[in-house]
């Protein structure tokens, strides 16, 4: 079975601060790993993701995740806060090896705040 | 542009009856999900398709139907069945996963009101 969790509901970080975003993913297989952003009423937008290459993935935005096996984890960085940066941030698993069940599991989703 | 597009943005029904919404893409994609959305709880699948004529529950399906009759359309209808389907719904798309997994590319959502 795969799952993901993220830590913290809700960060919320100054302008031009460090942005810090959580993920631990449980999984018996080596993974494949998303990271996505929401805008209030808005669908998803791939920000990176994590498919066995460079265990440092830079993706869009100036966003990068590292996986690191030892901790099943996958966290979100950015260096650098910006107000546009304010929005919804999931991660999400997939686990498939063959077969017929592709499908993503999500985080319940963590809530970035930038305060001026 | 290639995308996908869910209709309307913005629904509202009464109790009991059932409602379709519409989400086509032109990604070329084989596979197509449905997701609902309610605050502080993620994305949970409802169903979703790998080919035409061939769908799957996903970990939420009763309550909800799917047709999936041409490679661009996969509307879902929320039945009257549907204990509590006020929520915010989201449609992707993604290639089938062959020498890997692909991404998944999501709809603007569709907000579904039943009073």
């Known amino acids: 079975a795969q799952s993901v969790t993220q830590l913290g509901s809700h960060v919320s970080v100054s302008e031009g601060a460090l942005v810090l975003l959580r993920c631990n993913y449980s999984s018996s297989v080596p993974p494949y790993l998303f990271w996505y952003v929401q805008y209030p009423n808005q669908g998803l937008q791939l920000l990176l993701k994590y498919t066995s290459a460079a265990t440092l993935v830079k993706g869009i935005n100036g966003f990068e995740a590292e996986f690191k096996k030892s901790e099943t984890s996958f966290h979100l960085t950015k260096p650098s806060a910006h107000m546009s940066d304010a929005a919804e941030y999931f991660c999400a698993v997939n686990t498939w090896r063959g077969g017929s069940n592709y499908k993503l599991t999500f985080g319940k989703g963590t809530l970035l705040t930038v305060n001026p | 542009d290639g995308g996908i597009t869910q209709s309307p943005k913005y629904l509202f029904r009464k109790e009991g009856q059932n409602v379709t919404l519409s989400c086509e893409q032109n990604?070329?994609?084989?596979?197509m999900y449905w997701y609902r959305q309610d605050p502080g709880q993620g994305l949970r699948l409802i169903y979703y398709?790998?080919?035409?004529?061939?769908?799957q529950k996903g970990d939420i399906a009763e309550g909800y139907s799917v047709s999936r009759e041409k490679k661009e359309s996969f509307p879902l209808t929320v039945t009257s069945a549907q204990k509590n389907p006020t929520a915010f719904y989201l449609c992707a798309s993604s290639m089938t996963p062959g020498q890997g997994v692909y991404e998944q590319y999501f709809g603007p959502g569709t907000r579904l009101t039943v009073t």
């Open positions: 990604l070329n994609h084989d596979a």
């Open positions: 398709s790998q080919i035409v004529n061939d769908f």
